[in-house]
């Protein structure tokens, strides 16, 4: 996946309106947490193979055998049947979204990931939590 220069709030408005408005909530949200880190939409094949468009919140840069990779640290992005959050912290050899999935209420969590049908199926201040930690996480480790 790659940076794009699309704006995220016109994506926003292309969405369907069964979905919209939760996505712009989020969006706020997520934005007001983030406030100090770069909002961007990454467009571009994503994991399984599917082409995607994920709201990246901040940026990582981690490295890998094949060379360094950028990332953001908490993507928002809208998928055929849910709402998916990625959320890339970890804490004490854990994701941090394993760490808070018992108290994000209606949703499924991977390593990194927080999927979900509705806004109302999550625990929304729970998640405002988790992403600020993984900000405070990503901004220390990026200091070191």
């Not at 969006?27 to 909002?39: A, C, L, T």
């Not at 961007?40 to 193979?49: A, D, K, R």
Request: no cysteine; aromatic share 10%; charged share 30%.
């Amino acid at each position: 996946m790659k940076k794009s220069t699309i704006d995220p709030s016109e994506y926003i408005t292309t969405l369907p309106d069964s979905i919209r408005e939760d996505m712009e909530t989020l969006d706020r949200e997520i934005s007001k947490v983030m406030n100090d880190h770069p909002r961007i939409i990454w467009q571009g094949v994503f994991w399984g193979g599917s082409e995607q468009n994920i709201i990246g919140y901040g940026d990582i840069t981690y490295k890998r055998s094949k060379g360094d990779v950028e990332w953001f640290i908490v993507g928002l992005a809208l998928q055929k049947n849910y709402i998916s959050i990625y959320v890339n912290a970890v804490e004490d050899q854990q994701y941090i979204s394993e760490k808070y999935a018992s108290k994000l209420g209606k949703v499924k969590v991977g390593k990194s990931s927080i999927s979900f049908k509705k806004l109302a199926d999550v625990e929304l201040n729970v998640l405002l939590k988790l992403i600020s930690r993984a900000k405070e996480i990503m901004t220390a480790e990026r200091s070191k």
